[in-house]
């Protein structure tokens, strides 16, 4: 790209372009993880059609970031991924919570690992492109891969403390996306004034 033209490098748009998708699924789990960790008497099916609600939700946020994101960028093709299984995902949790409590679990457990390594990946592929350090990023993917492992390492551990843990995964998974919303917002202010 041409200097001073007040034009950002490519390779800092891929994500910093949909910063604002980034933030509302940061706002959107923090939400939804303070319903599921405040309400632990609800049964399980309103907490998983809750739960089944913000990974669709999620999924189109997602989607959102891909499509924002330039044709070719870095990592477009793993938040289009994304954003599909979770739709999938969220769409089967909200429709049949209580039929297919067990096979959720897994559903969610595979979506928390995806999730967790096209974080971990976009991270990775932020600091080499773009020679910011967005941890917040990797630190979300870990922790979604780490509720991943554990929803497929035990898969029948109660209801309750899967929902109870999800929240926590949530609420964690939220905060570091709505870190990394800020942290983007900002390197992409500061790449268009070098720029």
């Known amino acids: 790209m041409l200097k001073g033209m007040g034009t950002v490098p490519a ?3 891929a994500l910093h372009r ?9 706002v959107l ?12 008497g609800m049964s399980s099916a309103p907490l998983l059609a809750i739960l089944g609600a913000y990974l669709f939700i999620d999924g189109l946020l997602a989607l959102g970031i891909a499509l924002r994101a330039e044709r070719g960028a870095a990592g477009r093709g793993r938040y289009i991924l994304e954003g ?4 999938t995902v969220g ?3 909200f429709g049949h919570p209580p039929a297919i409590a067990g096979a959720v679990f897994t559903l969610i457990a595979a979506r928390s690992v995806i999730a967790g390594l096209v974080e971990i990946a976009s991270a990775i592929s932020l600091r080499r492109t773009g020679g910011e350090n967005h941890w917040p990023i990797g630190v979300g993917g870990l922790v979604a891969l780490g509720f991943g492992a554990f929803l497929f390492a035990r898969p029948a551990s109660g ?3 899967v929902l109870l843990l999800a929240g926590f995964y949530i609420l964690v998974f939220g905060l570091t996306l709505i ?3 800020f942290r983007l917002r900002r390197a992409h202010a500061r790449s268009r004034v070098t720029a």
């Open 91 to 93: 769409a089967v949790a």
């Open 29 to 40: 789990a923090v939400v939804v993880a303070s319903v599921v960790l405040t309400r632990p």
């Open 11 to 13: 390779s800092s748009t």
């Open 18 to 26: 949909a910063t604002i998708f980034v933030g509302l699924r940061g």
């Open 159 to 161: 209801a309750l403390l």
């Open 84 to 87: 599909l299984i979770s739709l």
């Open 179 to 181: 870190a990394a919303a």
